[in-house]
């Protein structure tokens, strides 16, 4: 049986797949037998993956939609500007 050949959406999808296993405690090895891959091949396809720009591995095409939050969609109009800092008084000059 001839193996497959996963898609670099596939890819990345596996790679997120072991950080959310981690993180909720697996092992790092259990993680990656849980996608199903070698240790070999999961630390090559992350350190490729993570060299290429995240949308160089989804052929180029724009990322998904963040999630619109509408109470923050005015949030940097909103900001108002930072005092400036303060200065120092020098301390008066003994001739």
Known sequence: MPRKRHKPEEIVTKLRQVD????QGHGIADA???IGV?????YRRRRHY???RPHA?????????????????????TLRRP????T??????LN
């Open 20 to 23: 959310v296993l981690v993180s």
């Open 32 to 34: 990656i037998r849980q």
């Open 38 to 42: 070698s240790e070999v091949t999961y």
């Open 50 to 52: 993570n060299a290429v």
């Open 57 to 77: 591995s989804l052929g180029y095409r724009p990322p998904a939609p963040e999630v619109f939050v509408p109470a923050l969609s005015a949030w940097p109009a």
């Open 83 to 86: 005092a400036p800092p303060a």
């Open 88 to 93: 120092l008084a020098l301390p008066p000059a």
